[in-house]
Nanobody, 124 residues
Framework: QVQLVESGGGLVQAGDSLRLSCAAS????????MGWFRQAPGKEREFVAR????????SYADSVKGRFAASRDDAKNAAYLQMNSLKQEDTAVYYC?????????????????WGQGTQVTVSS
């Protein structure tokens, strides 16, 4: 199995950028499609982005499309989420997750391994 650790969160102002990282250990990340999710206080965990094993296919929630970009570097065993033009409504704990299956999914329960999350807070 794989262990995931997110980093790169913080407190930023609206309009700023952040780059989240997801470092993997225990198994090569190339075995997994990677997803990014977020959870705001009092809300359910929601899909943000997904990147395929090859990195050639990505998908995004409508709320972040055009502002966020998922990428991966299997040589570094890491995945990334570049977040630009951040808005207050992007405030949440962000999680990376690994999916062993080959079925494209935006549902959290379909992902097999999760990191501990990193807090992103966007102020006005």
């Amino acid at each position: 199995q794989v262990q995931l650790v997110e980093s790169g969160g913080g407190l930023v102002q609206a309009g700023d950028s952040l780059r989240l990282s997801c470092a993997a250990s225990g198994r090569t990340l190339s075995a997994y499609a990677m997803g990014w999710f977020r959870q705001a206080p009092g809300k359910e965990r929601e899909f943000v982005a997904r990147i395929s094993r090859s990195g050639g296919a990505t998908s995004y929630a409508d709320s972040v499309k055009g502002r966020f970009a998922a990428s991966r570097d299997d040589a570094k065993n890491a995945a990334y989420l570049q977040m630009n033009s951040l808005k207050q409504e992007d405030t949440a704990v962000y999680y990376c997750a690994a999916d062993e299956s080959y079925i494209i999914s935006r549902t959290p329960r379909n992902y097999d391994y999760w990191g501990q999350g990193t807090q992103v807070t966007v102020s006005s």
